[in-house]
């Protein structure tokens, strides 16, 4: 060998971190994530994402007259649940990734987050 990569040995490999990643997404669309703003007053449930899919507000959380704390509660639980999907985001890709890279790599050292 003359050290030249294998053109096939890379294009399968690309292919696999293809694959990899597309089972990563769709695991993300199953992962459900629910935070909480108000004490439970509001609660927001989000895929591995990040899309809200339902928001449930207690009756005790409607006041007519002050329609700007329900807002912030909403805006607040929104803001948590999409966080919490990014943290499952980001440990999904980690996962993924990392059964992609050899053994013993140390990414760090190249200046890349460790995986």
């Known amino acids: 060998m003359d050290g030249t990569p294998n053109m096939a040995d890379l294009f399968g490999k690309m292919a696999d971190m293809q694959k990899n990643m597309a089972d990563t997404q ?14 439970g007053m509001v609660s ?23 329609l700007e704390l329900l807002e912030d509660l909403v805006v607040a639980g929104v803001n948590k649940a999409i966080a919490e999907a990014e943290a499952v ?20 050292a190249m200046g890349l987050p460790g995986m």
Request: aromatic share 0%.
């Open 26 to 39: 769709a695991q993300l669309a199953e992962e459900r994530v629910t935070a909480e703003a108000g004490g």
């Open 44 to 66: 927001v449930t989000a895929d591995g994402t990040g899309r809200v899919l339902s928001i449930k507000i207690e009756p005790d959380a409607v006041d007519v007259e002050d």
């Open 89 to 108: 985001k980001a440990r999904k890709l980690q996962e993924g990734m990392s059964s992609m890279l050899p053994p013993g790599l140390d990414l760090g």
